[in-house]
């Protein structure tokens, strides 16, 4: 008869057996990507394009579910509370990771206590435009209209405490003047609102806005990046046109839920980074204005908390608060 000893011992050898088994078998089912904004947008272009080669690498299988609403929250919370099996992961970008916990008054999650960091994917600078027939040429040109008529011009954005909104911030107290923020719900109706008359500038991505400025339909100022963009050679950036180290960006990012295996995070970091040098990735992701960044999941850890730290200075001193 084999004693306590050995049942246990044996016991311990089958449950590490197991484990590694199914470690070295993942993933044997399809992997659920949460895009927590709508379908047709530049994050859930990325997304899909980061999946599909991912797959085509690989040979998983990816659903690609849309999960909108309260900035990105909904989407991200839905994966922070999910099982941390690697089944469940999320693009989430610098809104949902880095501004919320500080804009929002209540958060369902905590990016950093909440959520597993698997790697950077992409960044894109944001870019102020005018409509095509605007007088303004430049950013010299803004600063002194509106230092002429404080308050007279107003910006939009996507929203109170957007990287865009945040940008417009900073480049009023450097500049010292005094814009009227007109946030939107979205990037559509203010793309045709600055386009029809309505509104004086517009601050957004540049994946979102690029196919307007090369239609004509807009006349881009600056970039917010500290150089300029491949996709928007000849705009200047916010530093070249007297802003000394002016730099917003907005980034993607995948992640999954707290505590999963390091063997598993290992195994998505390696296949995300392989996805994200294929010659297809980096052809879309320049049509869409971003720029491939691949990273460590400890590196993309360390991004998130910096920016977290960086961008919660400004939500303060801007004042944009959603209760």
């Given at each position: 008869m084999l004693s306590i000893?050995?049942?246990?011992?044996?016991?311990?050898?089958?449950?590490?057996?197991?484990?590694?088994?199914?470690?070295?078998?993942?993933?044997?089912?399809?992997?659920?990507?949460?895009?927590?904004f709508p379908p047709g947008g530049g994050t859930d272009a990325l997304a899909r394009q980061?999946?599909?080669?991912?797959?085509?690498?690989?040979?998983?299988?990816?659903?690609?579910?849309?999960r909108p609403g309260a900035g990105g929250n909904l989407g991200v919370d839905l994966v922070a509370k999910s099982a941390p099996d690697g089944y469940t992961l999320v693009i989430g970008q610098t809104s949902n990771l880095a501004i919320n916990p500080t804009l929002y008054a209540k958060l369902p999650y905590d990016p950093e206590r909440d959520l597993?960091?698997?790697?950077?994917?992409?960044?894109?600078?944001?870019?102020?435009?005018?409509?095509?027939?605007?007088?303004?040429?430049?950013?010299?040109?803004?600063?002194?209209?509106?230092?002429?008529?404080?308050g007279s011009l107003d910006?939009?954005?996507?929203?109170?405490?957007?990287?865009?909104?945040?940008?417009?911030?900073?480049?009023?107290?450097?500049?010292?003047?005094?814009?009227?923020?007109?946030?939107?719900?979205?990037?559509?109706?203010?793309?045709?609102?600055?386009?029809?008359?309505q509104i004086a500038m517009y601050m957004s991505s540049v994946p979102t806005l690029i196919g307007h400025i090369r239609s004509g339909a807009m006349r881009a100022l600056a970039v917010t990046s500290l150089q300029r963009t491949d996709d928007l050679p000849d705009v200047p950036t916010f530093a070249e046109s007297g802003f000394k180290d002016f730099d917003a960006v907005t980034w993607f990012g995948l992640a999954g839920p707290k505590g999963?295996?390091?063997?598993?995070?290992?195994?998505?970091?390696?296949?995300?980074?392989?996805?994200?040098?294929?010659?297809?990735?980096?052809?879309?992701?320049?049509?869409?204005?971003?720029?491939?960044?691949?990273?460590?999941?400890?590196?993309?850890?360390?991004?998130?908390?910096?920016?977290r730290v960086r961008w919660g200075q400004i939500v303060k001193e801007s004042g944009a608060r959603i209760d």
């Open positions: 000893r050995r049942i246990c011992a044996a016991f311990i050898v089958g449950a590490c057996a197991l484990h590694a088994t199914a470690a070295l078998a993942y993933p044997d089912k399809p992997i659920r990507l949460i895009v927590p980061v999946a599909n080669e991912m797959g085509t690498i690989k040979g998983w299988t990816f659903v690609i579910e849309n597993t960091p698997v790697g950077l994917v992409a960044d894109a600078p944001l870019v102020l435009v005018v409509a095509s027939n605007s007088p303004y040429k430049t950013l010299a040109d803004v600063v002194a209209a509106s230092k002429a008529k404080p910006v939009a954005t996507s929203g109170n405490g957007t990287v865009a909104h945040l940008a417009t911030v900073m480049f009023q107290k450097d500049a010292g003047i005094s814009l009227t923020h007109v946030p939107y719900k979205g990037a559509a109706q203010g793309s045709t609102d600055l386009i029809g008359g999963m295996p390091a063997d598993v995070v290992a195994t998505l970091n390696k296949a995300l980074n392989a996805a994200l040098e294929a010659p297809a990735t980096r052809k879309l992701f320049q049509a869409q204005g971003a720029a491939v960044r691949s990273s460590t999941p400890e590196a993309f850890g360390k991004l998130i908390h910096d920016d």
